[in-house]
């Protein structure tokens, strides 16, 4: 079991659908991450948030829109996805984002397939 | 792309061998850190080592780190079925805080 929880872990969507990814970890981190993974290529970061605030987006489209409601959660709402977003999305934490000599610490991911 | 390259992109060895795989990465790193993703699951941390770092240890996992030819090498010994997963190596680059650039991975099988 990861101590980073994900739900749903699956998820099929229209394309003019809105739906939302969440993410919870327990361990106090105040850094959180999403990232995405097409089938066998690595994660591609998406966004960053650091003390509950939006420190880095990865030039991700509008259609994906990231919260951080409070230190333990994170979620990333979708609408009007396209075909090519069909992918793992997952999602991430760390003591703190601008220490670097930290590991980060993975959930299971959402697998998202969208019509 | 500041995204590392790995090789070999699959590896395939019996139980009982050791299986080496390698990173390269294109500057300045602060650390570099591999990961292993069993199918269908998250990534999980196996090891970190900084960049003032040759060599670490843990348990049967061996990293090198070269700066000067910006790559490192995972050494699994005496690997087992379960070692069977993907590896990807982490680059954080100096400048840029806790952003993880990952590699390309290598699709590790261990035959029992």
């Known amino acids: 079991d990861t101590e980073v929880t994900q739900t749903p872990k699956h998820l099929v969507m229209g394309m003019t659908n809105k739906k939302s990814l969440k993410c919870e970890q327990h361990?106090?981190?105040?850094?959180m991450y999403w990232y995405k993974q097409k089938a066998k290529k690595p994660p591609e970061l998406m966004f960053v948030?650091?003390?509950?605030?939006?420190?880095i987006n990865e030039s991700v489209p509008s259609r994906f829109s990231p919260e951080c409601p409070n230190s333990s959660l994170l979620n990333l709402h979708l609408h009007a996805l396209q075909p090519e977003d069909s992918a793992l999305y997952l999602c991430?934490?760390?003591?703190?984002?601008?220490?670097?000599?930290?590991?980060?610490?993975f959930g299971d991911g959402t697998r998202l397939s969208i019509l | 792309s500041q995204q590392g390259e790995e090789d070999p992109q699959a590896l395939s060895i019996q139980e009982g061998e050791n299986a080496t795989m390698n990173c390269s990465y294109k500057?300045?790193?602060?650390?570099l850190q591999w990961y292993r993703q069993n199918s269908g699951r998250g990534l999980v941390h196996l090891i970190l080592?900084?960049?003032?770092?040759r060599e670490k240890h843990s348990g049967r996992l061996r990293v090198t780190l070269d700066t000067s030819k910006k790559s490192s090498s995972l050494l699994i010994t005496a690997s087992r079925a379960a070692d069977t997963a993907s590896y990807f190596c982490a680059t954080v680059l100096r400048l840029t805080g806790n952003q993880f650039y990952f590699g390309t991975g290598t699709s590790l099988t261990v035959i029992p």
């Open positions: 991430a934490s760390s003591q703190e984002a601008a220490a670097s000599n930290q590991p980060q610490h």
């Open positions: 500057t300045s790193i602060n650390n």
């Open positions: 361990m106090g981190h105040r850094a």
């Open positions: 080592i900084r960049s003032n770092e």
């Open positions: 948030y650091s003390y509950e605030k939006l420190s």
